[in-house]
């Protein structure tokens, strides 16, 4: 009897170093199909990163194009604007000379009008 438990304590040792094996076996199986899937996704993760830094570029690039394009417009009309202020500033200047002169005149005028019609009393 003893022999027999010993026979199948032997073989059931066996099966179970043989289920053991065929469970590491099997864990390895997947382990390198895990890693061949996460390889995977790995390429394909940095084929996205690489198109959307790509976007990226071409979108900075466009946008300074932009910026550069409306500070060229921006400078243009602030010339334009100077331009129109000095011409503006000049021909106030023109005005102020002319109303000045006119009252200048205006006094002078009006002093030797009194002048005269005291002298005429």
């Not at 003893?2 to 469970?23: G, I, P, T």
């Not at 199909?33 to 690039?61: C, G, N, P």
């Amino acid at each position: 009897m003893v022999y027999l438990l010993k026979s199948h304590e032997n073989r059931l040792c066996s099966l179970v170093e043989s289920f053991e094996q065929k469970q590491i076996e099997q864990m390895n199986f997947h382990s390198k199909s895990f890693e061949y899937e996460i390889q995977k996704l790995r390429d394909v993760s940095k084929e996205r990163h690489d198109l959307f830094l790509e976007q990226v570029t071409k979108m900075k690039q466009f946008v300074d194009f932009k910026v550069a394009e409306l500070m060229y417009e921006i400078a243009k009309e602030v010339g334009k604007m100077e331009k129109n202020y000095t011409l503006l500033h000049s021909k106030v200047d023109v005005v102020a000379t002319a109303i000045t002169n006119l009252v200048e005149f205006n006094t002078d005028y009006s002093t030797k009008l009194e002048e005269k019609s005291e002298k005429d009393t």
